[in-house]
């Protein structure tokens, strides 16, 4: 059993009176001033107090049993969450303490009638951020059942579609769509192979203009590819219960620039007047979009969650990559203005102006170095030991919460994963003792 002492408050509220009730919180005795409690007076304790003097079935409505003669009332709950409970009428404040889940927490400040706004916003913050991996877990399981239910409602169309979807989709769902997944992500990379190998003059032929192109095998091998892409854009569109969605999708933007330059590149070389071809700038378009061939890397993220966790992980670190460039533009400029005036006194000063200078600015603050540009003056000598020391100390600052970012996004996705699998677990068999329990 302990006991609450009274805080001397400036207001008076505890000037006068004794008074005191005892309440039973899951075992543990706490003796409380009805003074203190009276701070609030439409919480739970504020109500028991004012109506222990009254008939029996209103006081037990407010508690789970109670004692009359020793005024002693008996709660069926957390004991360690009202320790925090009750510092709200002596604090004004109440803060979640650690090991007690927030969502629990919540329910107990319900109970107890006390209003969410007299939480410290450091626990607003905890207690949002739970919210919303429960947000996350119930949409990981939504998608999970999803999956596995069979709505007989459905029509044969719907269930086709519905079928493709998984098999175009969802790797996880069955053989055939890993198969699926699995072809996707090979093609992927022999198309970039092609794209890089095509390149090497040893492997190119010459056109009947003299020109050098790609190998007909190559070609071939290309146009393979982009058929194999075409054919599985149009059927995950096709089999997409949200069409307009899907086209905007970010992944899905990125699979269609992907596909189009090799249409386009068709178009204008096949379709198109030999007049026209001749044209400086169509023929300028075209190297453009054979050079948008590359987008198709970025493809893999769309079957690596691993880039999918990078790409959400550097989202939520802009702030950090917005003081590196600040840190980095800063330096660039301060340090390339200085070795422009310092470099003005040699007569072969490679410096030839500010913005001319920012380019060995760049290389030297992230050490690349590539000797082009250098200075040849004992003070420029100095600027740039001291320029490339902070472009390193100003690249490493950052680094660190970013890793971080990264390794709390991920293991975070992880137990959302667990969880959601354990939650669908869990329904899965208080179904399963539904149904035993209607056969009995």
Same mark, same amino acid.
């Given at each position: 059993?302990?006991?609450?002492?009274?805080?001397?408050?400036?207001?008076?509220?505890?000037?006068?009176?004794?008074?005191?009730?005892?309440?039973?919180?899951?075992?543990?005795?706490?003796?409380?001033?009805?003074?203190?409690?009276?701070?609030?007076?439409?919480?739970?304790?504020?109500?028991?107090?004012?109506?222990?003097?009254?008939?029996?079935?209103?006081?037990?409505?407010?508690?789970?049993?109670?004692?009359?003669?020793?005024?002693?009332?008996?709660?069926?709950?957390?004991?360690?969450?009202?320790?925090?409970?009750?510092?709200?009428?002596?604090?004004?404040?109440?803060?979640?303490?650690?090991?007690?889940?927030?969502?629990?927490?919540?329910?107990?400040?319900?109970?107890?009638?006390?209003?969410?706004?007299?939480?410290?916003?450091?626990?607003?913050?905890?207690?949002?951020?739970?919210?919303?991996?429960?947000?996350?877990?119930?949409?990981?399981?939504?998608?999970?059942?999803?999956?596995?239910?069979?709505?007989?409602?459905?029509?044969?169309?719907?269930?086709?579609?519905?079928?493709?979807?998984?098999?175009?989709?969802?790797?996880?769902?069955?053989?055939?769509?890993?198969?699926?997944?699995?072809?996707?992500?090979?093609?992927?990379?022999?198309?970039?192979v092609v794209m890089c190998v095509g390149t090497i003059p040893e492997l190119q032929v010459a056109d009947e203009e003299g020109k050098l192109v790609e190998h007909p095998i190559l070609e071939a091998i290309e146009t393979a590819c982009m058929m194999w892409f075409t054919t599985e854009y149009l059927l995950r569109l096709g089999s997409s219960p949200r069409k307009l969605h899907?086209?905007?999708?970010?992944?899905?933007?990125?699979? +269609?620039?992907?596909?189009?330059?090799?249409?386009?590149?068709?178009? @204008? !070389? &096949?379709?198109?007047?030999? %007049?026209?071809? /001749? *044209?400086?700038?169509?023929?300028?378009?075209?190297?453009?979009?054979?050079?948008?061939?590359?987008?198709?890397? +970025?493809?893999?993220?769309?079957?690596?969650?691993?880039?999918?966790? @990078? !790409? &959400?992980?550097?989202?939520? %670190?802009?702030? /950090? *990559?917005?003081?590196?460039?600040?840190?980095?533009?800063?330096?660039?400029?301060?340090?390339?203005?200085?070795?422009?005036?310092?470099?003005?006194?040699?007569?072969?000063?490679?410096?030839?102006?500010?913005?001319?200078?920012?380019?060995?600015?760049?290389?030297?603050?992230?050490?690349?170095?590539?000797?082009?540009?250098?200075?040849?003056?004992?003070?420029?000598?100095?600027?740039?030991?001291?320029?490339?020391?902070?472009?390193?100390?100003?690249?490493?600052?950052?680094?660190?919460?970013?890793?971080?970012?990264?390794?709390?996004?991920?293991?975070?996705?992880?137990?959302?994963?667990?969880?959601?699998?354990?939650?669908?677990?869990?329904?899965?068999?208080?179904?399963?003792?539904?149904?035993?329990?209607?056969?009995?």
């Amino acid at each position: 059993m302990w006991t609450i002492p009274r805080p001397n408050y400036r207001d008076g509220l505890c000037a006068d009176g004794d008074a005191e009730i005892a309440v039973n919180i899951g075992g543990v005795r706490v003796v409380l001033f009805t003074d203190v409690l009276s701070r609030y007076p439409d919480s739970r304790l504020a109500e028991l107090v004012n109506c222990a003097d009254q008939n029996d079935d209103l006081i037990a409505s407010l508690c789970d049993d109670f004692d009359s003669g020793r005024k002693e009332f008996y709660f069926d709950r957390d004991p360690d969450a009202f320790k925090c409970i009750i510092d709200v009428y002596y604090f004004d404040e109440i803060h979640i303490k650690n090991g007690i889940c927030p969502i629990c927490f919540i329910k107990e400040m319900e109970f107890w009638k006390i209003d969410q706004s007299v939480l410290d916003e450091c626990c607003k913050s905890y207690l949002t951020e739970k919210e919303e991996e429960l947000r996350e877990i119930a949409g990981k399981v939504k998608l999970i059942l999803d999956d596995l239910e069979v709505d007989q409602c459905f029509t044969r169309t719907q269930l086709c579609q519905r079928n493709l979807w998984k098999l175009m989709e969802k790797p996880e769902s069955s053989l055939p769509a890993r198969i699926i997944a699995i072809a996707s992500f090979l093609f992927i990379l022999v198309s970039a192979v092609v794209m890089c190998v095509g390149t090497i003059p040893e492997l190119q032929v010459a056109d009947e203009e003299g020109k050098l192109v790609e190998h007909p095998i190559l070609e071939a091998i290309e146009t393979a590819c982009m058929m194999w892409f075409t054919t599985e854009y149009l059927l995950r569109l096709g089999s997409s219960p949200r069409k307009l969605h899907f086209a905007l999708s970010f992944m899905n933007i990125v699979d +269609f620039m992907a596909i189009m330059p090799f249409y386009v590149v068709l178009s @204008l !070389t &096949y379709l198109g007047t030999s %007049s026209m071809m /001749e *044209l400086a700038n169509v023929q300028q378009a075209v190297q453009a979009l054979r050079i948008m061939r590359i987008a198709r890397i +970025f493809k893999l993220a769309r079957h690596s969650s691993g880039l999918q966790t @990078l !790409t &959400y992980a550097l989202k939520r %670190s802009l702030k /950090e *990559l917005g003081l590196l460039l600040m840190y980095m533009g800063v330096g660039i400029f301060v340090f390339s203005a200085l070795a422009y005036t310092m470099e003005q006194s040699h007569p072969e000063t490679l410096f030839r102006s500010i913005p001319q200078s920012f380019w060995w600015a760049i290389i030297t603050m992230t050490t690349v170095g590539y000797g082009d540009i250098y200075p040849k003056t004992t003070l420029g000598k100095c600027n740039a030991a001291v320029s490339f020391l902070c472009g390193v100390i100003a690249i490493a600052l950052p680094i660190h919460p970013i890793i971080n970012n990264f390794v709390v996004f991920y293991n975070k996705q992880k137990v959302l994963e667990t969880a959601a699998k354990h939650e669908v677990e869990l329904m899965a068999l208080k179904s399963k003792d539904a149904r035993k329990t209607d056969r009995n």
